[in-house]
């Protein structure tokens, strides 16, 4: 009998524990590669960037310029002179949110792409720059196909990430 009530009871923690939710997984994203710039296409992208300028004053421009119906589409930042650069196009109006960092650190661009991520917006590049940094741009799914479109005729693709 106290076998019987034993056994019973085995039965019955391991089907509880088997009813239990598992454990959400860790949901953390890293870069496995960032986005490949295409060298083929480097002399047509010279032609459309900006001058160099502070991040501060490329900062100005972006509001200039999406005001005059022009987007942002792909920057370049230059950490040893303090410098940025960018690409904008009048071909695409994003109609949802969008963010774009410079990040000195593969640990502070992992970060702020996780938490990007979380907040609903997707990674359209990262690109590491010369100085060593990391550039970004998220924008909403509704966005991504048009930008991942304007990206591919600049030679710019996909960042790999892995969950």
């Known amino acids: 009998m106290k076998t019987t009530t034993h056994l019973a009871w085995i039965v019955f923690s391991l089907l509880i524990v088997a009813l239990m939710p598992a454990q959400a997984k ?12 295409e060298s083929s296409k480097g002399k047509e992208r010279e032609k459309l960037f900006t001058p160099w300028m502070s991040y501060d004053a490329l900062r100005i421009q972006v509001e200039e310029k999406r005001a005059k119906g022009e987007q942002i589409i792909y920057f370049e930042y230059n950490g040893s002179i303090s410098q940025a650069r960018a690409i904008f196009v009048n071909k695409l109006k994003l109609n949802g949110p969008y963010s774009r960092w ?6 502070a661009m992992e970060d702020k792409l996780n938490s990007e ?17 990391y ?19 600049l030679g710019i693709g996909e960042p790999r990430l892995k969950k």
């Open 26 to 37: 860790d949901e953390t994203v890293r870069l496995s590669y960032p986005s490949k710039v």
């Open 102 to 107: 410079y990040m000195a650190t593969e640990q």
């Open 117 to 133: 991520i979380k907040g609903g917006l997707q990674t359209a590049f990262v690109v590491r720059n010369l100085s060593g940094g």
């Open 135 to 153: 550039t970004m741009l998220f924008v909403s799914p509704q966005d991504m196909t048009a930008v991942r479109a304007q990206l591919t005729t």
